[in-house]
């Protein structure tokens, strides 16, 4: 596959999404150069206010998030990590309303061949990145109060709803061992 087409670039940003804790789309399309930048740790984050909650979330980027970034051309503070928005005016709400859907929606076809492709079955959009990563946050950490906190949820009967989707075997040998 070329990696400057459309399907290539949707594949980055869904994966850019997933490895940064679950973004939005919105908050993907809307990623300023300023919002990358390095903790009191010393270790890059991506930190930024999500634009469906205007909550601040902010995560460390592992790895293969800086192998993403690395695609891009670093900008200036308010630049566009991601093309999403090129052109369009950080003001201008109701211009990058317009681009969101309208990329979002070209985005998400990309993700449906990619997957018919991959001979994946399930319906894939790009906020599966999301419950995805709600998903591994969960089974790696254990505490959904945390993965609330990750994601920004308000509660964490939102964050049960993410992970709800998602089949549990964590517990099967303990089932299989009660049942013996």
């Given at each position: 596959?070329?990696?400057?087409?459309?399907?290539?670039?949707?594949r980055?940003?869904?994966?850019?999404?997933?490895?940064?804790?679950g973004?939005?789309?919105?908050?993907?399309?809307?990623?300023?150069?300023?919002?990358?930048?390095?903790?009191?740790?010393g270790?890059?984050?991506?930190?930024?206010?999500?634009?469906?909650?205007?909550?601040?979330?902010?995560?460390?980027?592992?790895?293969?998030?800086?192998?993403?970034?690395?695609?891009?051309d670093e900008?200036?503070?308010e630049?566009?990590?991601?093309?999403?928005?090129?052109?369009?005016?950080?003001?201008?709400?109701?211009?990058?309303?317009?681009?969101k859907?309208?990329?979002?929606?070209?985005?998400?076809?990309?993700?449906?061949?990619?997957?018919?492709?991959?001979?994946?079955?399930?319906?894939?959009?790009?906020?599966?990145?999301?419950?995805?990563?709600?998903?591994?946050?969960?089974?790696n950490?254990?505490d959904?109060?945390?993965?609330?906190?990750?994601?920004?949820?308000?509660?964490?009967?939102?964050?049960q709803d993410?992970?709800?989707?998602?089949?549990?075997?964590?517990?099967?040998?303990d089932?299989?061992?009660?049942?013996?």
């Open positions: 596959m070329d990696e400057e087409s459309p399907a290539a670039q949707a980055r940003w869904f994966l850019f999404a997933y490895y940064a804790g973004m939005r789309f919105s908050d993907v399309a809307t990623l300023q150069w300023q919002h990358i930048r390095e903790g009191r740790s270790r890059p984050r991506v930190c930024y206010k999500m634009r469906k909650t205007a909550d601040t979330v902010g995560v460390p980027l592992i790895p293969e998030a800086k192998e993403i970034l690395s695609h891009y900008g200036d503070g630049d566009w990590v991601f093309p999403i928005s090129e052109g369009v005016d950080p003001g201008d709400e109701e211009a990058l309303h317009r681009r859907c309208k990329r979002n929606s070209a985005a998400n076809r990309h993700l449906k061949e990619l997957a018919g492709q991959a001979g994946i079955e399930k319906r894939v959009t790009f906020h599966l990145s999301r419950n995805a990563a709600a998903w591994k946050l969960y089974q950490v254990g959904i109060y945390k993965v609330s906190k990750f994601l920004g949820h308000s509660n964490v009967e939102q964050t993410y992970i709800d989707g998602f089949v549990d075997e964590s517990r099967d040998e089932f299989l061992d009660a049942m013996k």
